[in-house]
């Protein structure tokens, strides 16, 4: 099976190198095209570099790793050269099924990975049009699970899908900066010791739930003693966070509708 990328930015990059450092496609076999093709220079040895036209015309999987805005120009370039039964794979969640099919009637599937996928612990978003058939759900599943676990959701869930995993560690990343950002303010503990001490805590806590199957509630009742000095903490979260939350929230999702109006 062969496997092409159009688009080597931050996902296109992360999956072709994934795709090799996991035996998942070998180089005879991988494919990249990207605008700015010299980008590729360093992929030559894991890849075929060759035009969009082209990788169409051989993979079986045709990925598009481009920014929302892009990808009308790359299924114009390849419309007349996807080879016949190939899966075009969208790495965009806002962009609909409908919209592609107006310029590129195929099989097509849209995938969401996540960052982490960069130590092989994404949960990659999947989900697919009427074309795409159970044969091609299980080789995509298979290519994808080299990057992590692999979610399949309805269309209509992909764009909430997405901020829960993509958008996620953006939003984990940029709450607990500010948090860190605060403690500075009260201690002399180093800065790069106090991003540390609550990074593994963060992970940890993870951790923790899920290998003990312990409810966000469980966690808060374990260390928040009622009257102690983690409950004046926990209160402070419930009563001022949730508006900021929702905020959040209604303008991602706004942001997603009006991406995806303008492809
Ligand atoms: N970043 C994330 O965490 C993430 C997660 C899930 C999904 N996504 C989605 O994945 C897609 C790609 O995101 P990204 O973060 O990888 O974007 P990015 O870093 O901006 O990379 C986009 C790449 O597409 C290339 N490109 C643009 N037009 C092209 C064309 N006509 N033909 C070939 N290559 C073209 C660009 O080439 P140049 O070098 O010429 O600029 C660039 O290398 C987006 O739709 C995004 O929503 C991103």
Same mark, same amino acid.
């Given at each position: 099976m062969k496997v092409g990328i159009i688009g080597y930015g931050s996902m296109g990059k992360m999956l072709l190198w994934k795709f090799s /450092?996991?035996?998942?496609?070998?180089?005879?076999?991988?494919y990249a095209f990207n605008r700015t093709i010299e980008k590729l220079d360093e992929a030559g040895q894991i890849a075929q570099i060759v035009s969009a036209k082209e990788l169409a015309s051989v993979c079986d999987i045709v990925f598009v790793c481009v920014r929302p805005a892009d990808i009308k120009t790359v299924l114009e370039d390849i419309k007349d050269s996807l080879k016949e039964g190939a899966l075009l794979v969208s790495l965009?969640?806002? #962009?609909?099924?409908? $919209?592609?099919?107006?310029?590129?009637?195929?099989?097509?599937?849209? +995938? %969401?990975?996540s960052l982490t996928a960069e130590i092989g612990r994404s949960q990659t978003l999947v989900c697919y049009n009427d074309k795409v058939t159970d044969a091609d759900k299980s080789a995509l599943?298979?290519?994808?699970? $080299?990057? &992590?676990? +692999?979610? /399949?959701?309805?269309?209509?869930?992909?764009?909430?899908?997405s901020e829960l995993v993509s958008c996620m560690p953006g939003f984990?990343?940029? %709450?607990?900066?500010?948090?860190c950002n605060s403690a500075k303010?009260?201690?002399?503990?180093?800065?790069?010791?106090?991003v540390r001490m609550v990074l593994q805590t963060m992970s940890a806590t993870g951790d923790l739930m899920l290998q003990k199957d312990m409810t966000?509630?469980?966690?808060?009742?374990?260390?928040?003693?009622? &009257?102690?000095?983690?409950?004046?903490?926990?209160?402070? #979260?419930?009563s001022d966070f949730p508006e900021t939350a929702d905020l959040l929230f209604e303008k991602t999702l706004e942001k997603r509708r009006k991406t995806a109006s303008k492809t």
């Amino acid at each position: 099976m062969k496997v092409g990328i159009i688009g080597y930015g931050s996902m296109g990059k992360m999956l072709l190198w994934k795709f090799s /450092e996991k035996g998942s496609v070998i180089s005879e076999d991988l494919y990249a095209f990207n605008r700015t093709i010299e980008k590729l220079d360093e992929a030559g040895q894991i890849a075929q570099i060759v035009s969009a036209k082209e990788l169409a015309s051989v993979c079986d999987i045709v990925f598009v790793c481009v920014r929302p805005a892009d990808i009308k120009t790359v299924l114009e370039d390849i419309k007349d050269s996807l080879k016949e039964g190939a899966l075009l794979v969208s790495l965009n969640g806002s #962009v609909s099924f409908e $919209s592609i099919r107006a310029t590129l009637d195929c099989k097509t599937a849209k +995938v %969401i990975p996540s960052l982490t996928a960069e130590i092989g612990r994404s949960q990659t978003l999947v989900c697919y049009n009427d074309k795409v058939t159970d044969a091609d759900k299980s080789a995509l599943k298979e290519l994808l699970t $080299s990057i &992590g676990d +692999v979610i /399949e959701l309805p269309e209509n869930e992909m764009g909430m899908g997405s901020e829960l995993v993509s958008c996620m560690p953006g939003f984990i990343a940029s %709450i607990f900066d500010v948090i860190c950002n605060s403690a500075k303010k009260h201690t002399r503990i180093p800065d790069d010791q106090i991003v540390r001490m609550v990074l593994q805590t963060m992970s940890a806590t993870g951790d923790l739930m899920l290998q003990k199957d312990m409810t966000f509630e469980d966690v808060v009742t374990r260390v928040a003693t009622p &009257g102690g000095i983690t409950e004046e903490g926990t209160k402070v #979260v419930y009563s001022d966070f949730p508006e900021t939350a929702d905020l959040l929230f209604e303008k991602t999702l706004e942001k997603r509708r009006k991406t995806a109006s303008k492809t």
